[in-house]
């Protein structure tokens, strides 16, 4: 996973003081960036073949709760520690922090130094490695939306999160005007991110008040998976640091339209080919492709949940926002779940348009993978696509609606079981559960305003 620092570049730097500070990071299970500032000789010295932290990071909730129903970690275990194994291979700068670097890790066992399963790192690489001995390589690319708010995050928690107000006071999609008055966070996070070795494209503007969206260049799974989450990180640094706030949640407001991570895929052979490309076939779909896709439609509802993993997640699969509500495909129509883009060209991949933008990137990628994996196992038909409005089509097969579903056929799936393990399944489907359990205690504003005086 290629950063843009070798180790004998990162200790030349920090042998002249430009760099003091290394960021040792492993990825939870909510997609975020947790670990240690160390002191760079310390971590040039020592840290760099490993450090420890409290396994209780692989089984907490967003608010860092430790949750009790899991089996891999529990107070009556005593929350010992994981091994953070650190991949010089993933070194990189970090611009928009002065004198910092960044390494991703491995989390492992403390006494076997084996990959943990249910790490979402661990998962991305081991669905990687199958397709690896097909002889195949994902190609894999996430797009990045998220709300820009005037005031800053400070500020807003002070006010109980309430009178939220969008930088902008218009729909910007694709809005130069309006975009050029917030180029004092977005043109860093450009910059600073290209910067740090991730290969930005561009951002722009997005359907909706204060709506931006991030665009990072394809490349392979791991890597894809890695941008993401920088990015994503360095989005509120930097937002942060200029007074201002954003909000990767997937749907903040009942009247506005939610915010997706659409994720574009292909499959490549060890010559550089894309296999998903045959130029004498329909639409130019190969077989492959056919079989790939066909999977990935058929076991939708069973991996949603790594796709749209709160409640709030469901709010945004709405009729008319662009955010799918069936699971069927279509040739260039932003209205199905799945739709096929680059048609008749080498850059021929499909969109799967279901994730939202709180989904984390390396389970969303492993488990999209899975699914395809399965349909060229299955050699899976290929339905015809469908046109037209698709959420008018009533025949299609509808996403789960809510989380409670999701983790009902998350529960449930056999494939989930035998590409990830009991163990891993039982875990992320425990996850689901306390997220349904604290809301199902929480009392809403929606609630309180309807029925205070009325009830």
Wanted: with cysteine; net charge negative.
């Amino acid at each position: 996973m290629p950063g843009n620092l070798t180790f004998d570049a990162l200790k030349t730097l920090v042998s002249s003081g430009e760099i003091d500070t290394v960021l040792a990071c492993i990825v939870d299970m909510q997609g975020r960036l947790m670990g240690k500032r160390f002191h760079a000789q310390h971590f040039v010295d020592t840290a760099y073949d490993e450090t420890h932290c409290c396994n209780y990071l692989l089984a907490t909730d967003l608010e860092m709760y430790t949750v009790e129903g899991y089996a891999a970690t529990s107070w009556s275990g005593g929350y010992g520690d994981y091994v953070m194994k650190p991949d010089l291979s993933s070194l990189r700068k970090i611009p928009w922090l002065e004198a910092t670097a960044m390494v991703m890790c491995d989390v492992q066992d403390h006494h076997t130094h084996k990959d943990v399963p249910h790490s979402p790192r661990a998962m991305l690489k081991a669905q990687v490695a199958r397709l690896s001995e097909m002889g195949l390589s994902p190609i894999m690319a996430t797009e990045l939306e998220f709300f820009l708010f005037e005031k800053s995050f400070d500020e807003i928690r002070k006010e109980g999160f309430r009178n939220l107000e969008p930088i902008s006071g218009y729909n910007e999609d694709y809005h130069i005007l309006q975009t050029t008055k917030e180029e004092d966070v977005l043109r860093p996070v450009r910059n600073c991110l290209f910067g740090a070795g991730i290969p930005v494209e561009n951002t722009k503007g997005e359907a909706e008040t204060g709506q931006e969206e991030l665009n990072i260049k394809y490349a392979p799974a791991l890597e894809t998976a890695e941008y993401h989450t920088i990015a994503k990180h360095a989005v509120k640094e930097i937002a942060w640091a200029k007074g201002r706030s954003v909000s990767f949640l997937a749907k903040w407001r009942s009247d506005k339209v939610g915010s997706s991570s659409h994720v574009h895929h292909s499959l490549f052979d060890k010559k550089g080919n894309n296999v998903f490309c045959d130029a004498k076939a329909e639409l130019g779909m190969s077989d492959t492709m056919r079989h790939y896709l066909a999977g990935m439609i058929k076991y939708a509802p069973e991996y949603t949940y790594f796709l749209a993993p709160y409640i709030n997640s469901y709010k945004r699969f709405q009729k008319g926002t662009f955010a799918p509500t069936k699971t069927v495909w279509s040739v260039d129509n932003r209205t199905a779940g799945f739709r096929l883009c680059g048609e008749g060209t080498k850059a021929l991949r499909v969109e799967c348009r279901i994730g939202g933008s709180d989904l984390n990137p390396y389970l969303a990628l492993a488990a999209l993978i899975a699914a395809g994996i399965k349909g060229l196992e299955e050699k899976l038909p290929l339905d015809p696509p469908a046109t037209g409005d698709v959420y008018e089509a009533r025949k299609a097969r509808e996403i789960p609606h809510t989380l409670r579903d999701a983790r009902e056929t998350l529960r449930k799936s056999k494939f989930l079981r035998e590409a990830f393990s009991d163990e891993v399944i039982e875990h992320y489907a425990r996850a689901a559960e306390w997220e349904i359990e604290e809301f199902d205690r929480a009392v809403t504003d929606y609630e309180i305003a309807r029925g205070f005086e009325r009830a």
